[in-house]
């Protein structure tokens, strides 16, 4: 069993920075592929970004390649989501995962484990 705790949302205007985290406990950390996730009321939770166990190997949805990057420190147990050049459709709950099996993925249905996630709110 594994368990994630996000943090590091908040408010931020436009144009602006944010670095969120997602610690993790419980599991073999280097085991895991990590995913971020994020989901507005009333919409399907939509993929963000993924990193390898290793954190050799990254993918990211369309609209975030060249704001958002992945990372990981498997000596913390962390993945962590620099978010730069925020706009405000990127405001959102975001969540991080983590999936135990073979490949990356960004079907949600993938990922086995899930945070309570963390609210990122861009202003214009």
Known sequence: QVQLAESG????????????????SGGSFTSYKMGWFRQNPGKEREFVAVISGSGDSTFYRDSVKGRFTISRDNAKATVYLQMNSL????????????????GLYFQRNKYDYWGQGTQVT???
């Open 9 to 24: 949302g908040g408010l931020v205007q436009a144009g602006g920075s944010l670095r969120l985290s997602c610690a993790a």
């Open 87 to 102: 706009k405000p459709e990127d405001t959102a709950v975001y969540y991080c995962a983590a999936r135990g099996g073979v």
């Open 122 to 124: 861009v202003s214009s």
